[in-house]
Structure formats: structure tokens, C-alpha cells
């Protein structure tokens, strides 16, 4: 008698978790297509991101390590602030009025440089863009 009720609990929170699928989907703001490229935006962004951040956190060992065996000073690297780094890290929240693909793309279209790019009026989370801040698009293992 358990075990039927133990498949009859699973089978339910399945149909409940489908269902909640279908409708957060259909309610969207954001059509299917959008969805789609918006996927393969951020797919790219993180693949170009660790590229990048390869290529800078190489040239920056480099120079230290010259400059540790050769006791000099270090030349001027151009690193994100601490600040900078929580700003594009953040969750991503929808806005229909601004669209932005990623906390990247907010942060580098914003108007003022000083302001925070955090939530502001209007910014919603919806369920059907759980992929933006999935951990496995946003995670870099090779990092």
C-alpha cells in the first residue's frame, strides 16, 4: 500500500510541476523565439567572458612574476573593481521597458557609471528565464 502511495506522491508533484511549467510559459512576456536567442546570446557571452578573462588574468601572472624576479614595478592593468564584478554577478531580473540580454549587458548600457544597475521599478523575475542565472550556463569549471 506504501509503495503505491510513495508512485501516486511522485506522479502528482510531477503534474504539478508541469503544469506550473506550461503556464509561467504561457503568461511570459517574452516569446519563444526571443527565449531561443537569448539562450544562445548568453552561451556566447560566457564562452567570449572566459575567453577574455583567460587572456587578462594571463597577461596579468605574467607581469608578475617579471616584475618579481626582475624587482620592478608593475605596469597599469585595467581590472574591474570589486564593485564592478557584484554588479554583473547579480541575479538578473526581466524589465520589459529596458531589455537586457544579461547583468553584463545592463551594466554596460547603463546611462550613469556610478549608479548601481540592481533591481529598479518594474524589473520582474520570471520563471521561464531561470536559464539566465542557471548554474550551468554561469559556471566556468575551466576557471
Not at 29 to 43: G, N
Not at 60 to 82: I, Q, R, W
Request: charged residues 20%; positive net charge.
Amino acid at each position: 500500500m506504501f509503495p503505491v502511495l510513495g508512485w501516486i506522491l511522485i506522479a502528482a508533484v510531477i503534474i504539478i510541476l508541469l503544469i506550473f511549467t506550461c503556464v509561467s510559459r504561457c503568461l511570459s512576456p517574452v516569446s519563444f523565439l526571443q527565449l531561443k536567442f537569448w539562450k544562445i546570446y548568453l552561451e556566447k557571452e560566457q564562452q567570449i567572458l572566459k575567453s577574455k578573462a583567460t587572456e587578462h588574468a594571463t597577461e596579468l601572472a605574467k607581469e608578475n612574476v617579471k616584475c618579481f624576479f626582475e624587482g620592478s614595478h608593475p605596469k597599469e592593468c585595467n581590472t574591474p573593481s570589486v564593485k564592478e564584478w557584484q554588479q554583473i554577478s547579480s541575479l538578473y531580473t526581466f524589465n520589459q521597458k529596458d531589455q537586457y540580454y544579461s547583468m553584463l549587458h545592463k551594466y554596460v548600457n547603463r546611462k550613469e557609471k556610478t549608479h548601481s544597475i540592481r533591481s529598479t521599478e518594474g524589473d520582474t523575475v520570471i520563471p521561464v528565464l531561470g536559464f539566465v542565472d542557471s548554474s550551468g550556463i554561469n559556471s566556468t569549471p575551466g576557471l
